[in-house]
C-alpha cells in the first residue's frame, strides 16, 4: 500500500510540478473605474482577466466609511448597508459570481481599514463613524481627531474598533463563498502621532504601573508597544479566517518598510517572521522602473530566502484619470516582471484594472504576450481552487428539447435564447453537464427579466440522492443575470442536473429558456480538487510529505457522520471537533493509530444544524474538513 500511495504522489507532484505557479492579481476599485457599478461591467471585466490569464481579483468592500457589499454590520450600526453608490446593489455578489465562472480566486480588500474617513485635512473630521462614536477615534497628544494625509483615524488598539473590523471581516468570509481577505496600507496600521485616546492611555497605563505613554509620540518603546498591539490583533484576526476556513488566504499590501513602521507603526517584517499573513505584498508604487527596482531589493532586504515564496510586489499601473493620469509603460511593465522572476517573486497585484486597459488594452496585451502568457494556478495551493464553471447551453449538445420552442436573438447568455407563450403543448429542456469531482455545486440560471415573462417557471433539479422543485420568477428584476438556483451534491460523471418546464405556465405568458451553469462550492467542498473529468484528488494528497488521505460521510448527516483517514505509517493522532467560530465541541481521539484506514462516529444528535470542522492532527501536521448538519 505504502509503495502505491508513494507512486500516486509521485506522479501528482510531476503533474503539479509541470504547471506555473504565480500570483496574479488585480485590484477592483469604485473610484476612477465603472467596473462595479453595473453588471455588465462585472461580467466583461472578469471575461477580460481571465483573457490574459490573471488569476485574482481584490475588489473594494471597505472605502469612504461604507461597505461595498451589502452588510447587516453597517446597517445596524449606521442604518446603511452599503455605499450610497450602490445602493439597491451587491457588486461584491455579483463580482464573486463572475470571478468564479472565470475560474478567478477573490479575495475582498478592505482598503480603508482602520481608517474612518478622508476629510482631505479640512473639518468636520471623522464621518458618521466618529460621528456616531467619537470614542473610537485616534488622538494626538493635543486631544484632536488623527489626521494624515488627509485620512481621519479610528484608533486600532481599541478593542470595540477592532472588534468592528473583525466583525466586518467574518461577515464576508461567512456570508459569501471567497478565498481569503485582503488587507492593505490602512490596515492594521495607526499613524505615529496618535495613541493618545482615553482607551489606549488606559489600555498603555494598566501595564506600565500607571506610567502615562510619552509625549514624545517617536519614543522606541512607545512605538513599539503600539505596533506590537496591532501585530496582536493581526493574529486574532488571522485565527478567526483560519477557523473558520483554513483554506482562505490571508494577504496584506502595507506600505514600505521600515518607512510604514516610522509613519504607520507598520510591522511587515514581523508578520513575515512570525507568519502572521499568507501573503506579503509591499506597495512599490513607483512611477520609473530604477526607482521600482531600487525599492524592490530593498524590500526583499526584510524577507528571508526561505520565505521569498509568500513574497509578491504591488506594481502601480494606474492612477488617475484624463490628461493627469499616469499609465505605466509596457517596457517598465517587462521589467518589472523580469526583475521579480529573477530574484524568485512569483507573482504581482497590480493597481489598478483600469490600466490593463488603457490605450486599447496595450498593458493587458503585453502580459498575455510575454510572462502571462500561460495559466498558472496560485502559490500556497497546489491546484486549482476555482475551476471555471460549466456552462449548458440550451440550445447545445448538453441540452434535451422538447416541446415548440421558439428561437429569441438579442437577449440571453450567448445572444439568443428559447421561448414559447402559453398556447403551445407541454414542454421542457434537461440540461445535463460532466461532473469532474464528487462535490456540492451551486447552480445557475441566466436570466433576462420581462414583465411578459412567467412567474412560475418550475425548474427541478437532481442531486445524488434526491431532487427538488423550484418555482422561478423570470420577471423579477433582481433575477438578471445568474441566478443562483440552488446547491446540490453531485457524483463525478455525466449527470442529468436540471430540468425547466412550462407546466406552470399563466395565461397571457411566455416562459423563457437560457443557459445553466454548474459551480463548485468551496464552503462545502473545500478539499475536493478538479484537475479533468477522470482524475480528481484532494489536496491533501498533493504535497508528498502528506500520507494523509481524509473526508467524511455522509455529508450534510443527520444525526451523525463517519470520519475516515489512511495513515501511512503508524502515529501518534489527535481527532478532534469544533463548531464554525472555532469552539472545541470534542476531542474524539486521542493517541497512537497502526497504519491504515481508519474511522470515527461523529453523534451530533444533541448539536443544531450548521457547519461542524474536525482536526486530525498527525504529528506535527494537521488536516482539516467541513461537516454539514442539517436537522
Same mark, same amino acid.
Given at each position: 500500500?505504502?509503495?502505491?500511495?508513494?507512486?500516486?504522489?509521485?506522479?501528482?507532484? /510531476?503533474?503539479?510540478?509541470?504547471?506555473?505557479?504565480?500570483?496574479?492579481?488585480?485590484?477592483?476599485?469604485?473610484?476612477?473605474?465603472?467596473?462595479?457599478? @453595473? &453588471?455588465?461591467?462585472?461580467?466583461? *471585466?472578469?471575461?477580460?482577466?481571465?483573457?490574459?490569464?490573471?488569476?485574482?481579483?481584490?475588489?473594494?468592500?471597505?472605502?469612504?466609511?461604507?461597505?461595498?457589499?451589502?452588510?447587516?454590520?453597517?446597517?445596524?450600526?449606521?442604518?446603511?448597508?452599503?455605499?450610497?453608490?450602490?445602493?439597491?446593489?451587491?457588486?461584491?455578489?455579483?463580482?464573486?459570481?463572475?470571478?468564479?465562472?472565470?475560474?478567478?480566486?477573490?479575495?475582498?480588500?478592505?482598503?480603508?481599514?482602520?481608517?474612518?474617513?478622508?476629510?482631505?485635512?479640512?473639518?468636520?473630521?471623522?464621518?458618521?463613524?466618529?460621528?456616531?462614536?467619537?470614542?473610537?477615534?485616534?488622538?494626538?497628544?493635543?486631544?484632536?481627531?488623527?489626521?494624515?494625509?488627509?485620512?481621519?483615524?479610528?484608533?486600532?488598539?481599541?478593542?470595540?474598533?477592532?472588534?468592528?473590523? #473583525? /466583525?466586518?471581516?467574518?461577515?464576508?468570509?461567512?456570508?459569501?463563498?471567497?478565498?481569503?481577505?485582503?488587507?492593505?496600507?490602512?490596515?492594521?496600521?495607526?499613524?505615529?502621532?496618535?495613541?493618545?485616546?482615553?482607551?489606549?492611555?488606559?489600555?498603555?497605563?494598566?501595564?506600565? @504601573?500607571?506610567?502615562?505613554?510619552?509625549?514624545?509620540?517617536?519614543?522606541?518603546?512607545? $512605538?513599539?508597544?503600539?505596533?506590537?498591539?496591532?501585530?496582536?490583533?493581526?493574529?486574532?484576526?488571522?485565527?478567526?479566517?483560519?477557523?473558520?476556513?483554513?483554506?482562505?488566504?490571508?494577504?496584506?499590501?502595507?506600505?514600505?518598510?521600515?518607512?510604514?513602521?516610522?509613519?504607520?507603526?507598520?510591522?511587515?517584517?514581523?508578520?513575515? &517572521?512570525?507568519?502572521?499573513?499568507?501573503?506579503?505584498?509591499?506597495?512599490?508604487?513607483?512611477?520609473?522602473?530604477?526607482?521600482?527596482?531600487?525599492?524592490?531589493?530593498?524590500?526583499?532586504?526584510?524577507?528571508?530566502?526561505?520565505?521569498?515564496?509568500?513574497?509578491?510586489?504591488?506594481?502601480?499601473? #494606474?492612477?488617475?484619470?484624463?490628461?493627469?493620469?499616469?499609465?505605466?509603460?509596457?517596457?517598465?511593465?517587462?521589467?518589472?516582471?523580469?526583475?521579480?522572476?529573477?530574484?524568485?517573486?512569483?507573482?504581482?497585484?497590480?493597481?489598478?484594472?483600469?490600466?490593463?486597459?488603457?490605450?486599447?488594452?496595450?498593458?493587458?496585451?503585453?502580459?498575455?504576450?510575454?510572462?502571462?502568457?500561460?495559466?498558472?494556478?496560485?502559490?500556497?495551493?497546489?491546484?486549482?481552487?476555482?475551476? $471555471?464553471?460549466?456552462?449548458?447551453?440550451?440550445?447545445?449538445?448538453?441540452?434535451?428539447?422538447?416541446?415548440?420552442?421558439?428561437?429569441?436573438?438579442?437577449?440571453?447568455?450567448?445572444?439568443?435564447?428559447?421561448?414559447?407563450?402559453?398556447?403551445?403543448?407541454?414542454?421542457?429542456?434537461?440540461? @445535463?453537464?460532466?461532473?469532474?469531482?464528487?462535490?456540492?455545486?451551486?447552480?445557475?440560471?441566466?436570466?433576462?427579466?420581462?414583465?411578459?415573462?412567467?412567474? #412560475?417557471?418550475?425548474?427541478?433539479?437532481?442531486?445524488?440522492?434526491?431532487?427538488?422543485?423550484?418555482?422561478?420568477?423570470?420577471?423579477?428584476?433582481?433575477?438578471?443575470?445568474?441566478?443562483?438556483?440552488?446547491?446540490?451534491?453531485?457524483?463525478?460523471?455525466?449527470?442529468?442536473?436540471?430540468?425547466?418546464?412550462?407546466?406552470?405556465?399563466?395565461?397571457?405568458?411566455?416562459?423563457?429558456?437560457?443557459?445553466?451553469?454548474?459551480?463548485?462550492?468551496?464552503?462545502?467542498?473545500?478539499?475536493?480538487?478538479?484537475?479533468?473529468?477522470?482524475?480528481?484528488?484532494? *489536496?491533501?494528497?498533493?504535497?508528498?510529505?502528506?500520507?494523509?488521505?481524509?473526508?467524511?460521510?455522509?455529508?450534510?448527516?443527520?444525526?451523525?457522520?463517519?470520519?475516515?483517514?489512511?495513515? &501511512?505509517?503508524?502515529?501518534?493522532?489527535?481527532?478532534?471537533?469544533?463548531?464554525?467560530?472555532?469552539?472545541?465541541?470534542?476531542?474524539?481521539?486521542?493517541?497512537?493509530?497502526?497504519?491504515?484506514?481508519?474511522?470515527?462516529?461523529?453523534?451530533?444528535?444533541?448539536?443544531?444544524?450548521?457547519?461542524?470542522?474536525?482536526?486530525?492532527?498527525?504529528?506535527?501536521?494537521?488536516?482539516?474538513?467541513?461537516?454539514?448538519?442539517?436537522?
Amino acid at each position: 500500500m505504502q509503495k502505491i500511495l508513494l507512486l500516486i504522489l509521485f506522479f501528482t507532484t /510531476s503533474m503539479v510540478a509541470q504547471q506555473v505557479e504565480e500570483f496574479r492579481a488585480v485590484k477592483i476599485t469604485d473610484v476612477d473605474s465603472p467596473v462595479l457599478f @453595473n &453588471d455588465n461591467n462585472i461580467a466583461a *471585466a472578469m471575461d477580460y482577466l481571465a483573457s490574459i490569464n490573471v488569476n485574482v481579483v481584490l475588489p473594494v468592500v471597505l472605502n469612504g466609511g461604507w461597505t461595498q457589499y451589502q452588510s447587516n454590520i453597517m446597517d445596524s450600526l449606521f442604518g446603511r448597508s452599503v455605499s450610497p453608490k450602490f445602493t439597491g446593489r451587491d457588486p461584491l455578489e455579483r463580482l464573486i459570481i463572475e470571478a468564479h465562472r472565470n475560474g478567478i480566486e477573490v479575495l475582498p480588500w478592505f482598503e480603508y481599514g482602520f481608517a474612518a474617513w478622508y476629510s482631505g485635512g479640512t473639518a468636520p473630521f471623522g464621518g458618521h463613524i466618529l460621528a456616531k462614536y467619537p470614542e473610537w477615534a485616534l488622538r494626538t497628544p493635543e486631544g484632536n481627531i488623527c489626521t494624515k494625509n488627509g485620512f481621519d483615524w479610528m484608533s486600532a488598539i481599541n478593542p470595540e474598533v477592532q472588534d468592528f473590523i #473583525n /466583525s466586518l471581516a467574518y461577515e464576508v468570509i461567512t456570508k459569501y463563498d471567497v478565498d481569503g481577505v485582503e488587507f492593505s496600507d490602512r490596515i492594521p496600521a495607526l499613524p505615529v502621532e496618535g495613541g493618545y485616546d482615553s482607551v489606549t492611555v488606559s489600555l498603555y497605563k494598566s501595564e506600565h @504601573n500607571g506610567a502615562e505613554p510619552p509625549l514624545n509620540y517617536n519614543d522606541e518603546g512607545w $512605538k513599539r508597544w503600539r505596533a506590537d498591539k496591532m501585530n496582536d490583533w493581526y493574529n486574532e484576526i488571522k485565527s478567526i479566517v483560519k477557523n473558520y476556513d483554513p483554506h482562505l488566504f490571508v494577504s496584506s499590501s502595507p506600505s514600505l518598510y521600515p518607512w510604514a513602521y516610522n509613519e504607520y507603526l507598520q510591522d511587515s517584517k514581523t508578520w513575515v &517572521d512570525s507568519g502572521i499573513v499568507d501573503h506579503v505584498i509591499p506597495q512599490l508604487y513607483r512611477y520609473t522602473f530604477s526607482e521600482y527596482l531600487q525599492e524592490l531589493n530593498l524590500a526583499l532586504n526584510y524577507v528571508p530566502v526561505s520565505k521569498r515564496d509568500m513574497f509578491f510586489s504591488a506594481i502601480l499601473m #494606474n492612477i488617475g484619470t484624463g490628461s493627469n493620469a499616469y499609465v505605466m509603460t509596457p517596457d517598465y511593465l517587462k521589467k518589472a516582471i523580469k526583475a521579480n522572476r529573477e530574484r524568485g517573486v512569483y507573482g504581482e497585484a497590480f493597481f489598478f484594472y483600469e490600466g490593463l486597459r488603457k490605450n486599447n488594452n496595450q498593458l493587458g496585451d503585453t502580459l498575455l504576450a510575454t510572462y502571462y502568457k500561460e495559466p498558472a494556478i496560485i502559490p500556497g495551493r497546489g491546484h486549482v481552487r476555482r475551476p $471555471k464553471a460549466d456552462i449548458t447551453d440550451e440550445q447545445g449538445d448538453n441540452a434535451n428539447v422538447t416541446g415548440d420552442w421558439e428561437v429569441v436573438t438579442g437577449p440571453g447568455y450567448d445572444g439568443s435564447l428559447l421561448w414559447m407563450n402559453d398556447n403551445a403543448t407541454p414542454a421542457d429542456i434537461e440540461y @445535463n453537464f460532466i461532473v469532474k469531482a464528487d462535490a456540492f455545486y451551486d447552480v445557475y440560471v441566466n436570466n433576462t427579466p420581462a414583465t411578459t415573462l412567467t412567474k #412560475n417557471a418550475r425548474i427541478t433539479l437532481w442531486s445524488k440522492s434526491d431532487s427538488m422543485s423550484i418555482l422561478f420568477d423570470q420577471t423579477k428584476v433582481k433575477n438578471s443575470g445568474w441566478t443562483k438556483l440552488g446547491t446540490i451534491e453531485l457524483e463525478k460523471g455525466e449527470k442529468r442536473v436540471a430540468r425547466l418546464d412550462n407546466s406552470l405556465l399563466e395565461e397571457g405568458k411566455y416562459i423563457a429558456a437560457d443557459a445553466m451553469m454548474l459551480m463548485i462550492n468551496r464552503k462545502l467542498s473545500p478539499d475536493a480538487v478538479i484537475t479533468s473529468v477522470e482524475e480528481t484528488q484532494y *489536496a491533501d494528497n498533493i504535497t508528498p510529505d502528506r500520507f494523509i488521505l481524509h473526508n467524511n460521510y455522509p455529508n450534510p448527516f443527520n444525526p451523525g457522520t463517519n470520519i475516515k483517514f489512511y495513515l &501511512d505509517k503508524t502515529e501518534n493522532v489527535t481527532l478532534e471537533i469544533f463548531d464554525i467560530l472555532g469552539r472545541k465541541i470534542e476531542t474524539r481521539f486521542e493517541g497512537a493509530l497502526q497504519e491504515g484506514e481508519h474511522s470515527f462516529y461523529f453523534d451530533a444528535r444533541t448539536l443544531t444544524s450548521g457547519i461542524y470542522l474536525y482536526k486530525i492532527s498527525v504529528g506535527s501536521k494537521y488536516y482539516t474538513g467541513k461537516m454539514m448538519l442539517v436537522k
